[in-house]
């Protein structure tokens, strides 16, 4: 199967995980400590005094985002374009990938399509609001409004959406209890963001590879191979393509499990990784990190292998293995046919 992936990772689960909670669609997610009313209110006035603007690092490319940033929300050194609340219940970040959905047309509809392929049908899916207008400049956007219950609990979300001239930014606030609507609805009318361009003048890679027997994408979400059992196997493949962080390859074993342990935990959701294996090692001849991992997700038993290469962009290529289905030994064949060549 051809696939030349610029896919929007990332947007509701981090890149490393997509393929986990997409194949977890048990739908037992979301849990946190709560945020008070009170609490919430008292995060109520910001200032242009407070409004904060991140400018990427030059070799991510020139470009800049904006906001008053809320009473009590920081960002760190380490993660500048994420803040979080005082008492982490709530979040704020900006990510910056190819551009490849036209804003432009999304609608409600088409939008609860793409969270409930990330989430699995048995996520209940609520979207009360897409806006979609123009920036000053003339640039699609997106305001947009989810909520996510699964297991009586419920993630909100809001999400400021702009293509560029060639890339898609991604604003997300999201939060699982408290009352934060107002703020947040408040807050996402501030913010800005400043088009720009990566450092990266080729196209990414045409990536081919031999995917297992089945294997096929689901409507509303080309950019995963499903297991053909799906959504009773959803096991399933998945390839990103995001600006190139080549920091990745000074990361130990022990900084990857604790990424995949404390990211869960932001879903409030606890699990301990067993590390299968931990290799640096090469992909199509360019650095990559392989990464094999198994782990419990609320009752299902998952298994992946990432593969993380260091190219003109970064490339992930995420197998995973949900419950007691069987296609290791396959995803291993996979692999060994993955090619990644210029066009």
Known sequence: MKLKQKILAGLIVLALLGGALTACNS??????????????????????????????????????????????FANTEEDPNTYTSADGTC????????????????????????????????????????????????????????????EDRAVHQMQYLMNGEELEYVITFTWIDGDWEALMKKTIETVEVKDGTLP????????????????????????????????EDSSNIMVSIMPKEPTFLDATQEEFQEMVESSYAQFGIQTQVEVQEFTFTELCGMPAI?????YDLQGTRMEQIEYFV?????????????GDAQWMEEFEKTIQTITMERG
Do not use: C
């Not at 609520?126 to 699964?150: C, H, L, N, S, W």
């Not at 995917?211 to 409507?219: K, M």
């Not at 392989?290 to 198994?294: A, C, G, L, T």
């Open 27 to 72: 739908g037992k997610e979301e849990s946190s400590s709560s945020a008070s009313s009170s609490e919430a209110s008292s995060s109520q006035t910001s200032s242009s005094e407070e409004s904060q603007e991140q400018d990427t690092d030059e070799e991510q490319g020139v470009w800049s985002w904006s906001m008053e940033v809320p009473e009590g």
């Open 310 to 322: 260091d190219g003109d962009y970064t490339y992930v290529f995420s197998f995973t293995q949900a």
């Open 91 to 150: 979040t704020i970040n900006a990510t910056v990938i190819l551009k490849v959905d036209d804003i432009a047309g999304l609608t409600v509809e088409g939008y609860k399509e793409i969270l409930q392929a990330s989430f699995g049908e048995s996520a209940q899916i609520e979207v009360p609001t897409v806006v979609v207008d123009q920036t000053p400049e003339g640039f699609p956007r997106a305001k947009t409004y989810a909520i996510m219950t699964m």
């Open 290 to 294: 392989r990464f094999h991992i198994v």
């Open 200 to 231: 990266s003048t080729v196209e990414p890679m045409n990536i081919d590879f031999q995917e297992p027997e089945g294997f096929a994408p689901q409507e509303g979400n080309p950019s995963m191979l499903y297991a053909p059992g799906y959504p």
